[in-house]
């Protein structure tokens, strides 16, 4: 059975940080492309940022460049986006998403992410 597990979400005031983790199991995590995504209430989920199967190669989305950052521990089945700085504009239910050229692709169940004071 294939699940990801979003963790790590919650509540922090402006110029805070959070980490969200993302479990995966029943598939083969390591020739995973794994993504984040966020989603507001009446908008498109946004893509938020990349990292390649190994690891070795990253992308963001402009806004979160700078102050969010994809990795992922392929030992584990997991992958992490640690964000600082965060602004209220980052409140979001933030997804991750396993995706492969050849394979099915795969969601998480989502978290919520509030940044307010």
Same mark, same amino acid.
């Given at each position: 059975?294939?699940q990801l597990v979003e963790s790590g979400g919650g509540w922090v005031q402006p110029g805070g940080s959070?980490?969200?983790?993302?479990?995966?199991?029943?598939?083969?995590?390591?020739?995973?492309?794994?993504?984040? &995504?966020? #989603?507001?209430?009446?908008? =498109?989920? *946004?893509?938020?940022a990349t990292i390649t199967p190994s690891g070795r190669d990253s992308d963001y989305e402009k806004s979160?460049?700078?102050?969010?950052?994809?990795?992922?521990?392929?030992?584990?089945?997991?992958? &992490?986006? #640690?964000?600082?700085?965060? =602004?209220? *504009?980052?409140?979001?239910?933030?997804?991750?998403?396993?995706?492969?050229?050849?394979?099915?692709?795969?969601?998480?169940?989502?978290?919520?992410?509030?940044?307010?004071?």
């Open positions: 059975q294939v959070l980490r969200l983790s993302c479990e995966a199991s029943g598939f083969k995590f390591s020739v995973y492309y794994m993504n984040w &995504y966020r #989603q507001t209430p009446g908008k =498109e989920r *946004e893509w938020v979160v460049k700078g102050r969010f950052t994809i990795s992922r521990d392929n030992a584990k089945n997991a992958t &992490y986006l #640690q964000m600082s700085s965060l =602004e209220p *504009e980052d409140t979001a239910v933030y997804f991750c998403f396993a995706q492969h050229r050849y394979f099915r692709d795969y969601w998480g169940q989502g978290i919520q992410v509030t940044v307010s004071s």
